[in-house]
């Protein structure tokens, strides 16, 4: 089966039978993972770029080590060390990696709306490994496949996203998502950091952390982004975790078999307790390997992985 899009730029215009395929799919690659040769010839011959104007620990490494683990070559531009320095631009960089060859380019900027811009002076795919404020659609996707994979099912699912919504492209690309599988979100934190008429993509929206987590199936706690922040937006550190913090006594309010997750990396002691992060119900290290099986799926997909057979 093949997807029906080129690109992988947003969840929100995804149709959802490509989302279901590459569910399904990372169900079959995270079993890779586990072997003891973590390698299978799938990818063998195809090129893989990585170009990252933000920093990022998890995205790039999950994307490197799925290549890798279907024998695909990588590369990898660190823009700091580039020719980005001495002034070219984003439609030359691009340009200068297609003819080089590169199957795919997988980017993260700063920039809202850029992903798409690349997709459209490439031939080649692109993957939108988070782009501004935007979305981060991998992120979604293998946020909605640890929770299938945890609780069998989306559909009918309410999950509660606390924190730095606004500046959040992790939680635009889970609303988007999850709203197409048939959950329903509520988004909560600071008025300051709720983007206005969130509501207008099917999110309900609160300032009150217990009424949001209560009887959730899903609490997903969002980390302080004080990176893109301008001072003011709320009180202190202190007062932050004090009135949105998850702790055990909040956790509590959602669903005894709810599930605690963080995108990470986590700010511990601010919008997480250590001891809900550490518990039973946390599937935070769950999410970064099904990040790796999520991104063997969609490079399976895009590249055409298995198409002899």
Known sequence: MKLKSRD?????????????????????????????????PTLRGKTVVTLFYEASTRTRTSFELAAKYMSADTVSIATATSSVQKGETLKDTARTLRVMGSDCVIMRHPVSGSCHFLARVLDVPVINGGDGMHEHPTQGLLDMFTMRERKGRLEGLRVAIIGDVYHSRVARSNIWGLKKMGASVVVCGPATLLPPEIEKMGAEATSRVEEAVKDADVVMVLRLQLERQQRGLFP???????????????????KPDALLMHPGPMNRGIEISSEVADSPQSTIEDQVTNGVAVRMAILYLLLGGGEEK
Not at 17 to 37: F, N, Q
Not at 246 to 254: P, W
């Open 8 to 40: 992988i730029l947003a969840l929100e215009e995804m149709p959802r039978e490509d989302v279901e395929l590459i569910l399904d799919t990372a169900g079959s690659m995270k079993e890779i993972i586990y072997r003891p040769i973590k390698k299978v």
């Open 236 to 254: 202190s550190a202190r007062e932050y975790s004090r009135l949105w913090g998850i702790t055990r006594e909040r956790l509590d309010l959602a």
